[in-house]
């Protein structure tokens, strides 16, 4: 009895094993068939040169819209996934979240992708797949690495205002910003030190660090962990009660170009936001972790080029709609009627 009942456990046990390997197989297969590389090669086969011809025209007259694009992409795949909902007009949309207000840009650049697209391929390619192939494109150009991006993303019938007024914050500590990105399905700490390295390019402005400058956490004195010559630079630059609005670059030891400067910097305590230099310093659970890759992308373009790549095909991953779920927008600022 007690032999027959172990063989019976065993067997079960086994036959458990064995569907659960299978279903876990299905799942991968499943996670990968959701997005193909080639999936407009028959309805739109120069998809890829038409978007790459709109954003090498729009990052030759501005530099900065490769940064500004790339960050569209970032924006859009963390709140409600990757369905273009950043790009809906509309005061209640989630172009009016505080961290888009007045710092998401790029809308007029993806609307003459999405036209150049649709006089050659009607109605077939998303707002969302154009995203994220425009962040790919803006990458290398700048510099940096190239990437397969996988496509077949529907675009979404709603913003979430609410959703997108929780992206990581410039002023979040490294748990919380590890735990927002853990919430949308990116929970290795790879993800977070790499694609922090999209701050190589682009700009920010004084609201978003003025945090740092005079007192910081109610200390009554500048952030310990800031350079003192950057921080007089960054005091001229945004002097206290005066609008938040003057720029400045994320990485300014090569502002336009993706390297890892950037990295370098966090290294020399030259992180613009505190969200950049609390990858390297500070005392949190993960800063041990997240120190050693700064470290190491700091010295290996190579290592932070493959991670990244990797992390931006992860993020471009995150919650897309498929099969007959959302539309192919027609224009990117509404939804079809
Ligand atoms: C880790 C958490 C992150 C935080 C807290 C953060 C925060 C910020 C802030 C505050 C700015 C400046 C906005 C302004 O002043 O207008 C900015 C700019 C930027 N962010 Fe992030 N970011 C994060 C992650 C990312 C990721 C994952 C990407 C891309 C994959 C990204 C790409 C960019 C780019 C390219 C810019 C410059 C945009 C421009 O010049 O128009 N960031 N970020
Ligand atoms: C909006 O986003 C938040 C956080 O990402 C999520 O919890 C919520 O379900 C979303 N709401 C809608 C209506 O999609
Ligand atoms: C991080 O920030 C969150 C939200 O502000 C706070 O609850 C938490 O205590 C902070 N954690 C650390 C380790 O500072
Ligand atoms: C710094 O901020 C704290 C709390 O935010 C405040 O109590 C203190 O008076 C400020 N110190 C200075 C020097 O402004």
């Not at 991006?149 to 910003?177: E, K, M």
């Not at 310990?224 to 630079?233: A, H, N, V």
């Not at 950037?262 to 230099?277: A, E, I, R, T, W």
Request: hydrophobic share 40%.
């Amino acid at each position: 009895m007690e032999n027959s009942s172990a063989l019976l456990l065993g067997r079960s046990g086994s036959l458990l094993q064995f569907v659960t390997i299978l279903l876990l197989m299905l799942c991968v297969v499943d996670v990968k068939s959701q997005l193909s590389v080639d999936f407009y090669a028959s309805t739109c086969p120069k998809l890829a040169q038409i978007v790459r011809k709109e954003v090498v025209n729009a990052v030759k007259a501005e530099m900065r819209m490769a940064a500004s694009l790339l960050r569209l992409h970032f924006h859009d795949c963390f709140v409600n996934g990757c369905d273009g909902s950043l790009l809906l007009d509309g005061t209640d949309g989630e172009k009016f979240a505080r961290p888009n207000l007045n710092s998401a840009r790029g809308f007029e650049v993806v609307d003459s992708i999405k036209r150049a697209v649709e006089s050659q391929c009607s109605g077939v390619v998303s707002c969302a797949d154009i995203l994220a192939l425009a962040a790919r494109d803006s990458t290398l150009l700048s510099g940096g690495p190239s990437w397969k991006v996988p496509l077949g993303r529907r675009d979404g019938l709603v913003a979430n205002q609410t959703g997108a007024g929780d992206l990581p914050g410039p002023f979040d500590n490294l748990t919380l910003i590890i735990a927002k990105f853990a919430a949308v399905g990116l929970d290795s700490l790879v993800d977070v030190v790499s694609l922090s390295g999209s701050h190589t390019i682009g700009q920010a402005s004084c609201a978003t660090f003025s945090n740092r400058l005079t007192n910081f956490s109610g200390t009554g004195a500048p952030d310990p962990t800031l350079e003192s010559s950057m921080l007089s630079d960054l005091q001229s630059l945004c002097p206290a009660n005066v609008n938040g609005n003057p720029t400045t670059a994320l990485d300014r030891g090569s502002t336009d170009l993706f390297d890892t400067h950037y990295f370098q910097n966090l290294v020399n305590n030259k992180g613009l936001l505190s969200s950049d230099q609390i990858l390297f310093t500070g005392s949190e659970a993960a800063t041990a972790a997240a120190r050693s890759l700064v470290q190491i992308y700091s010295v290996n373009p190579g290592r932070f080029f493959f991670d990244f790549a990797n992390s931006m095909v992860r993020m471009g991953n995150i919650g897309p709609l498929t099969g007959s779920n959302g539309e192919i927008r027609r224009n990117c600022r509404v939804i079809n009627s």
